[in-house]
């Protein structure tokens, strides 16, 4: 019931919106709070009710996109508060990196970056659709979403860095200066405060060593910062 109230909701408050945009933008405001707050109760009562989250679970391979997109908002909420509850439901999680829109597959790889904690190796599986995601060419927060998973990840052991670091340094290279890249920093930051192999640590303070000598600002302190972590 819930999801048919929010998809209609949606229709009728955006045909509303589009209406009466030049004379009251508050409208629009409203609709993204009760929009929010009606997902925010999808999360809840999956909290409480196995059912209920293995239905939505089960809506990130729906037909329907917006209900694979309100599915992958509310167990995004639910991986903030209680990720274990997810480790279950992993693979269904990493199949829905293949689904089209960009929204899906953010939030997924959201929580595949909260459920590394919980079970590295499972969250190996998802590397392949990650990789897809990080050269996403339409997607800014895709890309973003899956370097910060990939750094996760790769952060855990010295052979995971081994394995990741190329992509990682790719995407440095491939980012740098874009919009995403200042938040693609702080996750390198992460990643080069964990369990790197000696070679990867060597490769990531050359590769920083141009930013952190001729940089600016933040992208001049994140450089220094990786550095110094790595060092």
């Known amino acids: 019931m819930l999801f048919s109230s929010i998809s209609s909701n949606k229709r009728v408050h955006g045909h509303k919106g589009r209406m009466r945009h030049a004379e009251n933008t508050e409208a629009k405001v409203d609709y993204v709070s009760e ?66 829109e960009a929204h899906t597959r953010w939030e997924c790889l959201d929580m595949l970056t909260l459920l590394v904690d919980q079970d590295s190796r499972a969250c190996d599986k998802a590397v392949a659709g990650a990789e897809t995601a990080m050269f996403d060419e339409d997607s800014g927060p895709v890309r973003l979403a899956a370097v910060r998973f990939i750094c996760k990840l790769g952060a855990t052991t010295e052979n995971r860095s081994e394995k990741l670091w190329p992509l990682i340094d790719e995407a440095i290279q491939c980012y740098h200066g874009d ?47 990786i550095i110094q972590n790595a060092s």
């Open 35 to 100: 929009k929010t707050q009606d997902i925010q109760s999808l999360a809840d009562k999956a909290i409480k009710d196995p059912k209920a989250l293995n239905d939505l679970i089960d809506h990130l391979a729906g037909p329907a996109r917006l209900t694979r997109q309100i599915s992958a908002t509310s167990l995004a909420m639910i991986a903030r508060e209680h990720p274990e509850m997810l480790l279950p439901h992993i693979a269904a999680i990493i199949d829905a990196l293949n689904r089209p």
């Open 179 to 225: 919009l995403e890249f200042q938040d693609m920093l702080s996750a390198v930051v992460e990643f080069s405060t964990g369990k790197l192999a000696p070679t990867v640590k060597q490769e990531l303070i050359s590769r920083m060593s141009f930013d952190a000598e001729n940089g600016k600002g933040a992208l001049k302190r994140r450089a220094a910062q």
